[in-house]
């Protein structure tokens, strides 16, 4: 497999700025003396969509040349992914798919309704999902976006951390993110790889949904022992062009619990006034929980959504 | 009465300008098709201290001379202003008494204490807390700041308006923000008046703390006819000084229902992703009820704080 290269980064960065916006770094004195590190945030959670998946969705759906994306996009996704797909294809100006589960929130089929796009719905298994997705691409000759397994997805979600190591007058000792499917962890790992060459990249994992750790420690990918996690972005597996990427590129992977993620999101919204989902805070949640392995170090902490259901809130 | 001059606001500004975030404007497309106009909002819910509260309290604690701050500052508050009041002794280096309401929530207790300041309680009247300031500061010989009726607070607030007046490219066609006590109300009617000569200033106030739209219409200081809204950080009357401000410079009050402040407030942090508490929506919530008064106008509109008892949310 040959990964992404820096130039095609570069591109994916180029092609997809128009649309994006480049998020700030944020950083807090009290943060700091909590984790006993220096930590630059990355609040992706003030993205497009409310989440990095705009960046990913974008550059696969702008790197289509114009007779492939003519029909259109078939996405399935219950969270920002959909919105990502939704908003890239409103951005082009083509049809949008999405397949939904049937229990999605409505805050979120809202969401994607309103980039335009098409919302149908199927039973909450990857099986009904992969279904709903293949007919449609059948009926409209519409292309399929995977949320995660795609180099186009990846180079997209690369330009986060690129755009962070931009941002930071040195190189961080540390860039952090969560992993779910690994699209935002491989591209992490591609531009601390190509931007930073110093930096290590480590990853957070709900414990409730813990297939990465697995993968990454037994050289193949596994699936989680079981999935129970508030941290509803991450329940996805690695796929194989992600987990090629994350062998080579990344250092460990961490996990967290329920209470740390629910404990890092209370203080993140409370003290920064900010509004992050569970899934969005799990590298944090990493950062202050294993404090020992980062004392002192510089860090680069991705926050990566923040689409949360007000109507269920852990506190 | 001698209102602060420009002259006193830009030494105001001065003064402060090494200890407080200079916010940044937001905008939201979203934002501006729901309430029909162009909509600059200014976030100081991401002030320090989580309230443009840091401003006044700032600007009267460092205009204070060496002899007069020596003893420290006594304030009561069971909300922002005793947090702006802690955090700008901890800048000073001088002792900070705090009288609290012995309800007021554990979250804000802890974070006036968090800046290093002594908080004793009281019962949760005015009376009470004005007797246990007095008491203190008979015992410690600390200066009183009240926590608006004050030509230095005002003078403080009104840095806020005039930092939104800066940022934009041309002046706004009205300026809003929350009434309560008045401090940042007048604040800001001096700031448009010397920084903005052609922009009008609104206030929003809650329909249960509707002292000021009243004292506005009849001209005198005026109570007001029950006290219900979850804006917990409005329900203080006006003082002479700030009251005089108003009539002299502030176009009209108008009011919202604790149903409009609770709707804007989820619009907020579903979409902007920004922690507002109730109190800090209340001018936005008036735009967007009274939308026909503000149609394809220009409004800066001032979001005042984010601190929020996360474990009693409305929705």
Redesign the interface.
């Known amino acids: 497999m040959t990964f992404p290269t820096a130039n095609e980064i570069d591109a994916a960065h180029e092609r997809i700025r128009p649309y994006i916006h480049r998020t700030p770094v944020l950083t807090s004195k009290q943060l700091n003396l909590l984790a006993g590190a220096e930590i630059f945030l990355k609040p992706e959670?003030?993205q497009k969509v409310?989440a990095f998946k705009a960046r990913g969705a974008l550059n696969a759906v702008l790197s289509l040349s114009p007779e492939e994306r003519k029909n259109g996009i078939v996405a399935h996704s219950s969270g920002n992914h959909a919105q990502g797909v939704a908003y890239a294809c409103q951005v082009a100006g083509i049809p949008a798919y999405i397949v939904m589960p049937e229990n999605s929130p409505r805050?979120k089929i809202d969401a994607v309704r309103g980039y335009g796009a098409a919302v149908s719905f199927c039973e909450n298994t990857p099986q009904a999902r992969q279904k709903a997705a293949d007919q449609l691409q059948h009926e409209t000759g519409a292309v399929f976006v995977h949320p995660y397994n795609d180099y186009r997805v990846i180079a997209g979600q690369a330009t986060a951390a690129k755009e962070l190591i931009e941002d930071l007058d040195e190189d961080p000792d540390f860039l952090l993110c969560p992993v779910g499917g690994g699209g935002l962890l491989s591209g992490t790992a591609l531009s601390a790889h190509y931007y930073a060459a110093g930096t290590r990249v480590i990853a957070g994992e709900p414990e409730g949904a813990a297939d990465a750790i697995l993968s990454f420690q037994k050289g193949e990918i596994t699936n989680a022992p079981f999935v129970k996690t508030i941290a509803d972005g991450l329940l996805t597996t690695l796929g194989d062009k992600t987990f090629a990427v994350i062998q080579e590129h990344v250092t460990d992977i961490v996990t967290v619990t329920d209470a740390d993620i629910i404990e890092t999101m209370?203080w993140i919204?409370?003290r920064l006034?900010?509004?992050?989902e569970p899934s969005g805070v799990v590298a944090l949640a990493a950062v202050i929980k294993y404090k020992g392995l980062f004392r002192g170090k510089k860090l680069g902490v991705i926050l990566t959504g923040?689409n949360?259901d007000?109507?269920s809130?852990p506190?």
């Open positions: 959670n003030l409310g805050v209370k919204w409370e006034k900010i509004v992050v923040g949360v007000l109507g809130l506190f």
